[in-house]
Protein backbone atom coordinates (compact mmCIF):
# COMPACT_ATOMS: atom_id res chain seq x y z
CA UNK A 1 0.00 0.00 0.00
CA UNK A 2 1.28 3.61 -0.85
CA UNK A 3 1.25 4.62 2.97
CA UNK A 4 3.37 1.70 4.11
CA UNK A 5 6.02 3.51 1.11
CA UNK A 6 5.37 6.69 1.68
CA UNK A 7 5.79 5.78 5.72
CA UNK A 8 9.36 3.90 5.28
CA UNK A 9 10.59 6.46 3.20
CA UNK A 10 10.66 9.00 6.23
CA UNK A 11 12.16 5.91 8.31
CA UNK A 12 15.13 5.79 5.90
CA UNK A 13 14.89 9.42 5.87
CA UNK A 14 15.06 10.46 9.47
CA UNK A 15 17.58 7.12 10.16
CA UNK A 16 19.99 8.74 7.70
CA UNK A 17 19.81 12.30 8.92
CA UNK A 18 19.77 12.35 13.01
CA UNK A 19 20.66 9.00 13.37
CA UNK A 20 17.73 7.54 14.74
CA UNK A 21 17.51 3.87 15.13
CA UNK A 22 13.83 3.32 13.29
CA UNK A 23 14.34 -0.82 12.48
CA UNK A 24 11.74 -1.70 14.73
CA UNK A 25 9.40 0.66 13.15
CA UNK A 26 10.28 -0.68 9.83
CA UNK A 27 9.44 -4.43 10.85
CA UNK A 28 5.77 -2.96 12.43
CA UNK A 29 5.36 -1.41 9.02
CA UNK A 30 5.66 -4.63 6.95
CA UNK A 31 3.11 -5.95 8.94
CA UNK A 32 0.04 -3.87 8.73
CA UNK A 33 -1.18 -1.57 5.96
CA UNK A 34 -1.93 1.78 7.41
CA UNK A 35 -4.96 3.86 6.74
CA UNK A 36 -3.91 7.52 7.50
CA UNK A 37 -0.41 8.69 8.79
CA UNK A 38 0.41 11.84 10.67
CA UNK A 39 3.27 14.29 10.39
CA UNK A 40 3.57 16.93 13.20
CA UNK A 41 5.03 19.49 10.98
CA UNK A 42 8.03 21.32 10.99
CA UNK A 43 8.80 20.08 14.74
CA UNK A 44 12.85 19.60 15.57
CA UNK A 45 11.29 16.31 17.34
CA UNK A 46 9.85 15.08 14.23
CA UNK A 47 7.78 12.29 14.52
CA UNK A 48 4.81 10.25 12.86
CA UNK A 49 1.95 8.40 14.15
CA UNK A 50 -0.70 6.40 12.24
CA UNK A 51 -3.96 4.53 12.62
CA UNK A 52 -3.55 0.49 11.26
CA UNK A 53 -6.63 -0.90 9.34
CA UNK A 54 -8.04 -2.53 12.56
CA UNK A 55 -8.34 1.20 13.79
CA UNK A 56 -5.25 0.98 16.23
CA UNK A 57 -2.78 3.05 16.43
CA UNK A 58 1.47 3.00 16.48
CA UNK A 59 3.38 6.68 16.53
CA UNK A 60 7.63 6.82 16.93
CA UNK A 61 9.83 7.87 18.16
CA UNK A 62 7.37 8.20 21.13
CA UNK A 63 5.53 5.11 21.12
CA UNK A 64 1.77 5.57 22.31
CA UNK A 65 2.12 5.30 25.83
CA UNK A 66 1.22 1.87 27.10
CA UNK A 67 -1.38 2.85 29.45
CA UNK A 68 -3.68 4.42 26.46
CA UNK A 69 -3.34 1.25 24.39
CA UNK A 70 -6.59 0.25 24.98
CA UNK A 71 -8.50 3.41 24.11
CA UNK A 72 -6.28 3.16 20.82
CA UNK A 73 -7.72 -0.07 19.83
CA UNK A 74 -11.31 1.85 19.46
CA UNK A 75 -10.92 3.18 16.65
CA UNK A 76 -9.62 7.28 16.52
CA UNK A 77 -8.95 10.05 14.73
CA UNK A 78 -5.40 11.48 15.02
CA UNK A 79 -4.42 15.42 15.66
CA UNK A 80 -1.24 16.94 15.83
CA UNK A 81 0.80 19.85 17.39
CA UNK A 82 4.55 20.04 16.61
CA UNK A 83 5.68 17.87 18.84
CA UNK A 84 2.21 15.82 20.60
CA UNK A 85 -0.57 14.11 19.25
CA UNK A 86 -4.25 13.61 20.58
CA UNK A 87 -6.57 10.94 19.93
CA UNK A 88 -10.17 11.35 19.74
CA UNK A 89 -12.68 8.46 19.60
CA UNK A 90 -16.26 7.92 18.64
CA UNK A 91 -17.57 8.94 22.05
CA UNK A 92 -15.59 12.60 22.30
CA UNK A 93 -13.02 10.94 24.37
CA UNK A 94 -9.57 12.42 24.33
CA UNK A 95 -6.36 10.98 25.19
CA UNK A 96 -3.06 12.87 24.32
CA UNK A 97 0.50 12.14 24.27
CA UNK A 98 4.06 13.70 23.48
CA UNK A 99 5.29 16.58 24.46
CA UNK A 100 4.00 18.23 27.35
CA UNK A 101 4.46 21.84 26.77
CA UNK A 102 3.37 21.13 23.24
CA UNK A 103 -0.35 19.66 24.32
CA UNK A 104 1.22 16.15 24.98
CA UNK A 105 -0.17 16.65 28.99
CA UNK A 106 -3.71 17.42 28.70
CA UNK A 107 -4.28 17.34 32.67
CA UNK A 108 -5.46 20.99 33.18
CA UNK A 109 -8.55 19.84 30.89
CA UNK A 110 -8.98 16.25 31.28
CA UNK A 111 -12.43 16.37 32.78
CA UNK A 112 -13.41 18.45 29.44
CA UNK A 113 -11.97 15.46 27.28
CA UNK A 114 -13.62 12.87 29.00
CA UNK A 115 -16.44 12.48 26.40
CA UNK A 116 -18.60 14.81 24.65
CA UNK A 117 -15.65 16.40 22.16
CA UNK A 118 -17.02 16.60 18.69
CA UNK A 119 -14.24 18.49 17.11
CA UNK A 120 -10.43 19.31 18.05
CA UNK A 121 -8.05 22.07 16.60
CA UNK A 122 -4.14 22.51 16.53
CA UNK A 123 -1.42 25.27 16.22
CA UNK A 124 2.33 24.00 16.11
CA UNK A 125 2.07 24.22 19.66
CA UNK A 126 -0.80 23.78 21.31
CA UNK A 127 -4.99 22.20 21.00
CA UNK A 128 -8.52 23.54 21.28
CA UNK A 129 -10.97 21.08 21.95
CA UNK A 130 -14.65 22.26 21.22
CA UNK A 131 -18.05 20.12 22.88
CA UNK A 132 -21.59 19.62 20.96
CA UNK A 133 -22.72 23.07 23.38
CA UNK A 134 -19.83 24.87 21.64
CA UNK A 135 -17.58 25.17 24.79
CA UNK A 136 -14.22 25.35 24.23
CA UNK A 137 -11.32 24.12 26.15
CA UNK A 138 -7.18 24.77 25.35
CA UNK A 139 -3.95 23.17 26.42
CA UNK A 140 -0.47 23.31 25.23
CA UNK A 141 1.55 26.24 24.84
CA UNK A 142 -0.35 29.20 26.11
CA UNK A 143 0.71 31.50 23.49
CA UNK A 144 0.03 29.67 20.82
CA UNK A 145 -3.28 28.47 22.00
Known amino acids: MIYSFVLLAFVSFFQQTFGCKWSSLAAALSAFSCVSAYNPGTSWRGGFAAVKEDGSVVSWPDNVPSHLSDFMKSGVTIYSTGSAFAAMNASGAVATWGSSS??????????????????????????????????????????YG
Open 102 to 143: YGGDSSSVSEFLKSGVTAIYSTGEAFAAMNASGAVATWGYSS
